[in-house]
């Protein structure tokens, strides 16, 4: 069975950085486009970024220019280096593989308060 895990989520402080992982498993992820997704409370999920297989990346406006996302296929994993974090940036965020079927992270949560 595919699986999504998710990690490198915690509590930090505005202004600062955190980078989240994503590691699939039976999955050929080379040829994959994978997403970050987010879910704050009482908000809609947003999609963050996404990165295709031939490295083409896309951000959300409200992550843009403070989050990058990235791959490393011979790791089967996939990250989303966040700097300059700010209080709306917390919720928990989620892996997705743009596959058939699609395949979801458990997600892992970024709190960033002071």
């Known amino acids: 069975q595919v699986q999504l895990v998710e990690s490198g989520g915690g509590l930090v402080q505005p202004g600062g950085s955190l980078r989240l992982s994503c590691t699939a498993s039976r999955i050929v992820f080379s040829g994959v486009t994978m997403r970050w997704y987010r879910q704050a409370p009482g908000k809609e999920r947003e999609l963050v970024a996404s990165i295709t297989s031939g490295d083409s990346t896309t951000y959300a406006d409200s992550v843009k220019g403070r989050f990058t996302i990235s791959r490393d296929n011979t790791k089967n994993t996939v990250y989303l280096q966040m700097n300059s974090l700010k209080p709306e940036d917390t919720a928990v965020y989620i892996c997705?593989?743009?596959?058939?079927?699609?395949?979801w992270g458990q997600g892992t949560r970024v709190t960033v308060s002071s």
């Open positions: 997705n593989s743009r596959t058939y079927p699609t395949y």
